[in-house]
């Protein structure tokens, strides 16, 4: 079974330019997050979709931030533009969606805004 | 608002040692709670999830508890070895699917 999908692995660019990132999930998994997570940190959520759905984007900051699920597999979050805060990794997860269904996380994008 | 934490944040042991890594947590409402390992650069392995009806989960020499009433778990490595060496996490599971992250302790086990 292939695991969560996610490029680029890494991405450097400057600031106010754009940069978008792309998730690919686990196959049949309807649910899929986009977490940040600062170094030392836990993950933190920016939005959780159920199939196309965005049900929880309350932490995703909508001036700069956005995301897309459009035929409720494959997602891009997008940042617009991009601030020396941004720096961070970003993650991706999926799970079946069922309450006590495990996350499985993506290997992330690693940001770097200079 | 749950809060997770995670104490010690960083841990060293000589290879061979049995250990408890901690995980504590504000409010006992909760569905499940999830224990991840994360390698430097990776993303995060999920190694045991608990459901709130269940007191321990375990996996091979990895046994994790969970105490509901006093916010409390656990997770015990059995002889550790070097590869063990990474960033462990846990995550509290509300409803809606929303989980809550503590910052992870970061084991080194030398050999």
């Known amino acids: 079974e292939a695991g969560v999908v996610q490029s680029p692995r890494y991405k450097i660019i400057e600031k106010k330019q754009p940069v978008a990132f792309w998730c690919n999930p686990i196959?049949?998994?309807?649910?899929l997050y986009w977490y940040l997570q600062n170094l030392g940190q836990g993950p933190e959520l920016l939005i959780r979709?159920?199939?196309?759905?965005?049900?929880?984007d309350s932490q995703l900051p909508k001036d700069r931030f956005s995301a897309e699920r459009l035929k409720g597999v494959d997602s891009t979050l997008k940042i617009q533009p991009a601030e020396l805060g941004d720096s961070a990794v970003y993650l991706c997860?999926?799970?079946?969606?069922?309450?006590?269904?495990?996350?499985?996380f993506g290997n992330g994008t690693r940001l770097t805004v200079t | 608002k749950q809060e997770v934490t995670q104490i010690p944040a960083a841990l060293s042991v000589p290879e061979g040692e049995n250990l408890v890594l901690n995980c504590s947590f504000t409010?006992?409402?909760?569905?499940?709670l999830q224990w991840f390992r994360q390698d430097p650069g990776k993303g995060l392995t999920s190694l045991l999830l608990?459901?709130?009806?269940?007191r321990e989960q375990t996996s091979g020499r990895l046994n994790a508890s969970l105490d509901k009433s006093s916010g409390r778990s656990t997770l015990y490595i059995a002889a550790s070895q070097p590869g063990d060496s990474a960033t462990y996490l846990c995550?509290?599971?509300?409803?809606?699917?929303?989980?809550?992250f503590g910052d992870g302790t970061t084991l080194t086990v030398k050999p």
């Open positions: 196959s049949g998994h309807n649910t």
């Open positions: 979709y159920e199939n196309e759905e965005a049900v929880d």
């Open positions: 608990i459901q709130s009806s269940q």
């Open positions: 409010d006992s409402a909760i569905y499940n």
């Open positions: 995550a509290v599971s509300a409803n809606a699917g929303k989980s809550t």
């Open positions: 997860a999926s799970s079946l969606g069922r309450d006590n269904s495990p996350l499985h």
